[in-house]
């Protein structure tokens, strides 16, 4: 039997997915031209980019390990300071295949396809079953909990520029939060919301000077990016 935090860390990758899957689905079509939290990216980049994610998803879920687990939920993220540019050829690769689509519908289809069989598939997975992906092995209960905050993130970078559309799950904010102070060695200002820390500590957006003294110390080592 899979452990309780493990079983939720799972429940809470799909209500984190499904509410960004819900918040792509009710954009009006004109919001796929505007800019993204993403350096670079427009929305419908990004949304072009999570349709990679749900495909590594599956991917991964269905890639069984032997081994030991090498990496957690935390330790899953390589961290660096420096901020995308948006330049990486990668990044650059998936600005041509979102251009492809050409029609926003196209891009929802296929985000709500693949999407929801990702989410079909982390719900069937055994939490505690072994997985291999980018040569590291996780469980797959510490594989799905490392995504709630790619998805948590990337829900904010959706809606960067969008102020009518849905933010993230409050209890997405709080998880992923509270790996990044995990990440980070350190904790947030109580002060800073869940989403400013995210923000702020991942280099989405600078932090105020207020916020640099609250901060101390942990101003100097930000941003802590995620890869």
């Known amino acids: 039997m899979a452990a309780p935090h493990y079983r939720a860390h799972v ?13 792509v689905a009710e954009l009006p ?4 031209a505007q800019p993204s939290g993403c350096a670079g990216w427009l929305v419908r980049d990004l949304v072009c980019h999570l349709v990679i994610d749900a495909q590594d998803v599956l991917i991964t879920l269905v890639t069984p390990a032997e081994s030991e687990p090498t990496r957690d939920a935390v330790t899953y993220w390589e961290v660096s300071g420096t901020p995308p540019t948006g330049d990486d050829p990668l990044d650059a ?5 979102a251009a492809a689509y050409e029609e926003p519908r196209l891009l929802k289809f296929h985000l709500d396809d693949v999407g929801s ?20 092995v996780l ?10 905050l790619e998805w948590t993130l990337h829900h904010l970078d959706l809606v960067a520029h969008l102020p009518d559309a849905a933010q993230p799950p409050a209890e997405g904010l709080a998880r ?3 790996m990044l102070e995990k990440i980070a060695g350190a904790a947030f200002p ?34 802590f990016v995620l890869g």
């Open 139 to 148: 469980t797959a209960g510490d594989y799905l909990s490392a995504y709630v």
């Open 176 to 178: 992923s939060r509270e």
């Open 117 to 136: 069989a990702a989410g079909r598939a982390a719900g069937l997975a055994d939490p505690g079953l072994r997985v291999g992906t980018r040569g590291e």
């Open 93 to 97: 690769l998936v600005v041509r295949l």
């Open 29 to 32: 079509d004109e919001d796929f």
């Open 190 to 223: 109580a002060s800073f919301s869940d989403r400013d820390a995210l923000l702020v500590g991942t280099g989405r957006r600078a932090p105020t000077e207020a916020e640099k003294a609250e901060l101390g110390e942990l101003a100097g080592k930000l941003p």
């Open 11 to 23: 429940d809470l990758f799909a209500r984190s997915w499904a509410a960004l899957r819900r918040t």
